[in-house]
């Protein structure tokens, strides 16, 4: 490899310049990817998981939502369902006293 370069360096005006550009774009693509994964990793390290970014999000929006109507999703799902009317079972009506 060394006389490779060797004979590389000792052409012509051509030879070295492409010498010199190649190694300046190896260079420079092995410092472009060597930066990304360090910066990758520290943003790993730093920033929460994705989920939770998510769901705290999620949760930051319920809350504005509550403040704003004044009930929470879980009180809207149970007001329906205990107002909704339902046939007393017969067992219900069985243990009832009788009006007679």
Same mark, same amino acid.
């Given at each position: 490899m060394a006389r490779w370069i060797g004979t590389l360096n000792e052409g012509s005006l051509?030879?070295?310049?492409?010498l010199y550009i190649g190694t300046f774009a190896l260079g420079?693509?092995?410092f472009v990817g060597v930066m990304s994964l360090v910066l990758v990793s520290v943003?790993?390290?730093v920033l929460p998981p994705h989920d939770a970014a998510g769901s705290?999000?999620?949760e930051t929006e319920e *809350?504005? $939502?509550e403040a704003a109507t004044g009930t929470s999703k879980a009180a809207l799902g149970k007001t329906s369902r205990s107002k909704r009317?339902? *046939?007393? $079972?017969?067992a219900e009506r069985d243990s009832a006293p009788s009006a007679d």
């Open positions: 051509l030879r070295r310049t492409l420079s693509l092995a943003a790993k390290a705290a999000a999620e *809350a504005e $939502s009317l339902r *046939a007393p $079972s017969q």
